[in-house]
């Protein structure tokens, strides 16, 4: 009986690894920099000494110097405990954007799956009625409903990034369930329940992931954007797309750092997380 | 995916011969499902005023102190004394015989606000829509065709700059061209014909940055694949003329598929432009999308949202439809 199921991929474990390989030059770039810059989210805030939202005008626009590395904004706030403190929201959001969608889309995708029929047209259905609200204006039209803030615009954003999710959940768990050891582990009276999250998930897991890192950088992109227009994260509040916000009339005063240093951190890491999530795809894909 | 159908090309093969009935069938399905979709969607929109904390119509006053005859305007408006399916056909009525209701800030009928505005939209979206079609199918083109250096640059360049968010790019581009050159002006909308251009290029710019370095990457590899197929490399090896193949082969084969993508990259450049819009000031329906929340008009943010979400949903139809009726290699008849 349970050499049926050893013979299931699912079954079969790899040796734990830290340090991810297979992805490449460029992944590994890819990795350095995230590494960083969760570094400077996590533990940045103890080792930056100044108040993010400390308030003195008379040191308005401050260039770079010794007392502060990175400059001032308008308000004379020290930019560099800004940009380090403002990290913490600008990746905390959209990770919890990211698992949020990831979850329930996953799950919505594997049942959609294992009970197929009326069950899976429905789940289209409502899949491709969300897919009909770009994620920024769902989150706009959350934010008149019930207040501008990072809350509103996470749980906006989440439920438009769930289609993508569930969708590619469902296209490639649809496949798996095809295949004999599906079958197999059916015979063997296996409950639907277990065969979808001990077999079919496990093997899928590699999707998901690659996927879970693409939709990281976009919701970075959508969140910064939202508290870009003052939707998001709300002031004083340090954030990296609100920083460039206030930093616009900066731009056209000739003081553009505040705007430029925010700017880079967000392309930075989302291009780092674009290329980690295309070279963790292209291995899922070559696994499969 | 799809089949080609021989890997020997007949030159100049007959247009193969399709009876209209499936697809017409396929034109009645999408538009059905079309329909379903708005109806969800304008649900939601509605909705969301009964799932706002507090009851509609303070929710809809936001403690402004508001007459007698607005409260009963507002609850008329949205058949407030009835039950909820009467109130969400009542409103839907009115919205499909183009009557938005009345802004509550400025007191006058919505679908006039709008109308001022929807023109500045269209064209910010007009002019990002012709740079991405252009710009990102040029580039990648002559990525796809021409092999080399160039190619690898201007792809990395690309990939670097799908991480670029339009907000970001508006910042760059505003202090290159509109602090240290001066080339542009900072923000507004312009007197019309060419100064109107002047003002809109640089947003359209920003908002297209991203999307033309995706479409640029997609064509590029698009025509890499088509020129690794069977049926191009034996008709290079027959000895037809390079140009006829690339034209009549590959260009052909990649066209539908890549336009198709650009096309729906564009639609999604919809949501995007709000963000624009409010940071060149350009008084389109965006703008005032931000307006309307800040100031809490909720008739407005919702005709608005409205609009928005029917527009994607239109031009996301009619580009699938048309993928489906342009290529020949998709079998009428089955799904998809």
């Given amino acids: 009986m349970s050499a049926i199921a050893t013979t299931s991929r699912a079954t079969r474990r790899r040796p734990l690894r830290i340090w991810p390989t297979g992805l490449g030059a460029g992944g590994q770039v890819s990795l350095g920099v995230l590494v960083l810059v969760a570094l400077m989210a996590t533990v940045g805030p103890f080792l930056v000494a100044a108040d993010p939202n400390a308030v003195d005008l008379s040191y308005a626009y401050e260039p770079p110097g010794r007392w502060f590395p990175l400059g001032t904004d308008a308000s004379g706030r020290d930019l560099l405990a800004r940009l380090v403190y403002g990290s913490r929201t600008a990746l905390l959001g959209p990770l919890f954007v990211v698992l949020i969608a990831t979850l329930l889309g996953t799950v919505l995708g594997l049942t959609a799956v294992w009970f197929g029929g009326w069950v899976d047209s429905l789940a289209v259905r409502f899949i491709d009625a969300v897919f009909a609200f770009p994620g920024i204006l769902l989150a706009i039209l959350a934010a008149a409903l019930f207040g501008a803030g990072l809350t509103a615009a996470v749980l906006a954003l989440s439920v438009a990034y769930l289609p993508y999710v569930a969708r590619v959940v469902r296209s490639a768990a649809l496949q798996e369930r095809n295949l004999p050891y599906v079958a197999a582990l059916r015979v063997q009276g296996l409950p639907g329940f277990a065969i979808s999250a001990r077999h079919i998930l496990p093997n899928v897991a590699g999707l998901v992931v690659a996927n879970a890192t693409l939709c990281f950088g976009w919701a970075l992109i959508d969140l910064a954007a939202l508290s870009f227009i003052g939707f998001g994260v709300q002031p004083p509040t340090a954030d990296w797309g609100a920083i460039v916000g206030g930093g616009l009339s900066g731009v056209l005063q000739g003081a553009p750092n505040e705007a430029l240093f925010a700017s880079a951190l967000i392309v930075a890491t989302v291009a780092a997380v674009n290329t980690l999530g295309d070279r963790l795809l292209t291995r899922s894909e070559a696994t499969r | ?336």
Wanted: proline share 5%; charged share 10%; aromatic share 8%.
């Fill in chain 2, 1 to 336: 995916m799809t089949h080609v159908s021989s890997a020997v090309p007949a030159v100049g093969a007959p247009p193969s011969k399709r009876s209209w009935g499936p697809a017409l069938s396929i034109v009645v399905r999408r538009l059905l499902g079309m329909a379903g979709t708005m109806l969800l969607a304008s649900f939601v929109v509605f909705g969301g005023l009964h799932l706002a904390p507090g009851s509609p119509i303070s929710f809809l006053t936001q403690g402004r102190s508001v007459t007698p005859e607005a409260i009963a305007q507002l609850e008329s408006q949205y058949h407030l004394d009835e039950p909820f399916l009467v109130q969400y056909f009542g409103w839907l009525g009115g919205v499909l015989t183009g009557d938005f209701g009345t802004s509550i800030i400025f007191n006058d009928s919505v679908a006039a606000l709008l109308g001022q505005r929807v023109v500045n939209t269209v064209t910010l979206l007009g002019v990002t829509a012709v740079l991405v079609l252009t710009l990102g199918l040029a580039v990648g083109l002559l990525a796809g065709l021409r092999p080399g250096r160039l190619a690898r640059t201007l792809l990395a360049g690309a990939t670097g700059l799908m991480a670029v968010p339009g907000f970001v790019a508006s910042v760059v581009l505003m202090l290159i061209f509109v602090v240290r050159l001066g080339w542009f002006p900072s923000y507004g909308t312009g007197d019309g014909g060419w100064d109107r251009l002047h003002h809109f290029l640089l947003p359209a710019v920003a908002l297209a940055l991203a999307s033309i370095a995706y479409v640029a990457r997609l064509t590029q590899s698009a025509i890499r694949a088509e020129l690794r197929s069977e049926h191009v490399q034996t008709a290079i090896s027959r000895g037809l003329p390079y140009r006829f193949v690339i034209r009549r082969h590959v260009i052909r084969n990649a066209a539908v598929p890549v336009l198709t993508v650009a096309g729906l990259t564009v639609a999604g450049l919809i949501a995007g432009s709000v963000v624009i819009e409010q940071i060149f000031q350009l008084g389109g329906l965006g703008q005032f999308l931000v307006d309307s929340v800040q100031k809490k008009d909720f008739p407005v943010v919702q005709a608005i949202c409205l609009i928005y979400v029917g527009a994607f949903i239109l031009l996301n139809t009619v580009i699938d439809l048309a993928y489906t009726l342009l290529d020949p290699r998709i079998s009428l008849g089955k799904k998809g």
